[in-house]
């Protein structure tokens, strides 16, 4: 009877701690949504009153229009390099045996183990050596260096599931070893690929260290969020900052959608 | 599916260094790997490595009238290395990371123990899912709530007011950077942990009960001997995390005392003093190394034992 009612009572504290773990999670970003819509210019309790005003504002707000076209022409050509670049170290990696495999795959892997703030620092000196720094297209390249590692990480766990004789059937069938790539396993890894694009582009959606370091005057997104940051205290953040949660959570979640991530075994899934 | 984990397909049928049809492609057997490699190998050197490289050349390098100009000095160095406020900020972000990392398991495990050995499968699975989501999005933001929840007029001074409590300074010190530095890492440290107690062969656990073993001594004795590895890569991960974020430190204590990477900002962006900055990254990395290396010692020796 007593072991019974102490079980009860871990099993309880258990459940209550992971309950706090989450609500220590969701709790800022539910800060910012709720108080978007709050009319009080400073936002704390209570409330001032629901009101579409700030979220108004940032539509009228040139620096905001210009930092979000940045960060979705960014976002994007990190999506699409990324899972090209993250296919090709998969693939490699996967299907040959060589020397120096082991350092090629840290070349991908390792640029998210480097602080953002050295990274971003190197590159500005590096790159603006070479004459490329302040443009769109570097904060992109830079992204892409980055987010490459976590392409290659997803799509490489999806090749471990393809069985080794399909590529080989198709060899045998007369199929060149391009086409059999293109026809076999492309095909095959169409869910991750589809989750590195997505995760890829949520990674330079929310990366503000290096796109400030080397962008220049083009700001993204979050470096603009930054810059108002470090001013006054600005109602419109909160708008802004509901904007890019909702950008950025849905990003990760489709993302989430086409790779299983799950507890004991990881296995890139076909949608229903 | 389930032994996958213990054989690599491609070697079962491609023999290591021969290629796999030679027939086929003996014309030109080597286009495919390099038109696939060459690009990625250049993009990651271009992008990634030769600024890492630059990094360390510039360190060596000298500052004349506000322009970069390339040298072999050792004053960078010791001017840095020998400096009051590299070595106050160096130790202030040590014990600072270190306390996170603390913490981050302490507080990581039993979640992830509940997460993975309690929850039904479906919820485990929502757990995850809801734990991967905040390690890959707006970060800058939260940090930005945190502040406006702590701050002197904020959500919570506002609301112990009402009940009559004076305000309290919660923002500033030591308690909300580690709140701030817990949101980045915390929920890394709990997926890493939910993984590898999910991977624990449940015949170990029931073995254990079986032979009598409290629920205690159950969990320190098999459970965390057996997560050894990940307890180790989720330590790492959270000090490496904590002791090169620059946005915590930034809003949650307004850059007082710096961190070593507020150092690096601010001597970046006030002044040209770019060598000395880049010592200071060098230093970081070294640090960083150092870390890691311990964790595959600590991780190897378990292993032996």
Known sequence: MKRDSLTRLSRTLQYTWVLALFVFIAAPMLVIIVFSFDANRFPTIPWGGFSLEWHRAIFNDEMVIDAFVNSAVVGLGTAVFSTLLGFAAAYIDYRWRFRGQSSFV???????AVPATILGMAMLAFLSRVGLFGRTETIMACHVAIAASFAMAIIRLRLGELGADLEQAA??????PFTALMRVVVPFCKPALIASFFLSAAVS??????????????????????NLLQGQVNPKINAIGTVVLVISITLVLVAQRFVGVKAGRTAATEPP | MADNATYSPE??????????????????PAVLPLALGVPVVAWQALFFAAPLVFLIVITFWQVKSFRLEPAFVLDNWSRILGSGTFHSALIHTLVVASTTTVLALLLAFPAAYTI????????????????????????MLRIYAWQIVLSPEG???????????????????????QIGLLTLTLPIAVLIITFALSGVDPTLIEAAENMGYRRSRVIAHVLVPSVRPA???????TFLLAFGDYVSPLFMTG??????????????????????????????LVVLAGVFGLGRWFVSRGMKR
């Open chain 1, 106 to 112: 840290l070349l991908v892997a390792i640029p998210p």
């Open chain 1, 171 to 176: 060899w045998n069938l007369g199929a060149s």
């Open chain 1, 205 to 226: 959606f929310d990366e503000f260290m290096i796109a400030w370091f080397v962008g220049g005057v083009h700001e993204t997104l979050p470096v603009r969020i930054l």
């Open chain 2, 11 to 28: 070697v079962t049928f491609i023999p290591a260094g021969t290629p796999p049809h030679r027939a086929r492609t003996s014309a030109a």
């Open chain 2, 116 to 139: 993975a050995l309690r929850l039904p499968i479906r919820l485990r699975d929502l757990a995850v899912a809801m734990l991967v989501v905040p390690v890959f999005s707006s970060y």
């Open chain 2, 155 to 177: 959500m919570t001074n506002s609301a112990l007011q009402w009940l009559g409590v004076g305000p309290l300074p919660l923002l500033g010190g030591g308690f909300s950077l």
């Open chain 2, 231 to 237: 307890l180790t890569l989720a330590a790492t991960t």
């Open chain 2, 255 to 284: 850059s007082r005392p710096p961190t070593l990477s507020i150092l690096i900002v601010d001597t970046v962006k006030s002044g040209s003093q770019w060598p000395r900055a880049s010592v200071i990254g060098v230093a970081m």
